[in-house]
């Protein structure tokens, strides 16, 4: 348990510190590689904070601090099982699509943390259909097919800012609560 909060604390800090530097290559005057930087970046922070969520949550209920669902608990540990032809049960790694596996790993976290409302809020928020959008920029600039698909219009710079700040004011508040329930006696 002490592991998966340790790491999912490193990882946002050390991710965030990134997010900061590459947001002080960015100039009015000039596009390009920092604006994809900051991009590809945020995404980074992103994704990783989420996938340290999932750890983090798996590693709480097998603690017995959050009571979740076999199928939540398969899905967030991005594992399915089969049966092969001799009858024997196979693991198989399952990645989720990004927007629902995102949006999945954080209604879950708030449900564990009895904060429904506080994600319901969130995900209605302007800020999440900045989100949404900026994911189309991030998986243009990760997958060009055009040169033209590698630029960053000041717009979508901006949505992108809106975007990461709108993460960090769901992704630190569940944190944050999180942390705090585990520390309470009789934990």
């Not at 994911?135 to 901006?158: A, C, F, G, W, Y």
Request: with cysteine; proline share 4%; net charge negative.
């Amino acid at each position: 348990m002490q592991e998966a909060r340790s790491e999912l604390s490193a990882l946002y800090l050390g991710l965030k510190s990134d997010v900061e530097i590459s947001k002080e290559s960015l100039s009015d005057s000039s596009s390009g590689f920092p604006d994809r930087v900051y991009v590809k970046t945020v995404f980074s922070l992103v994704e990783g904070v989420t996938f340290r969520v999932r750890q983090y949550m798996i590693s709480a209920a097998d603690a017995g601090i959050y009571t979740i669902d076999y199928p939540s608990l398969s899905f967030l540990s991005e594992t399915t099982y089969k049966i092969n032809p001799q009858g024997k049960i196979k693991e198989k790694e399952e990645h989720l699509s990004f927007l629902p596996g995102f949006k999945f790993t954080f209604k879950t976290f708030a449900a564990c943390l009895g904060m429904n409302e506080f994600a319901e809020r969130a995900f209605s928020d302007h800020g999440f259909n900045q989100f949404k959008l900026s994911v189309d920029v991030r998986n243009r600039l990760i997958h060009p097919k055009r040169t033209q698909e590698m630029m960053v219009s000041r717009s979508e710079r901006e949505m992108v800012k809106t975007a990461e700040q709108w993460f960090h004011s769901l992704a630190f508040p569940l944190i944050e609560a999180a942390f705090e329930r585990e520390n309470l006696p009789n934990q």
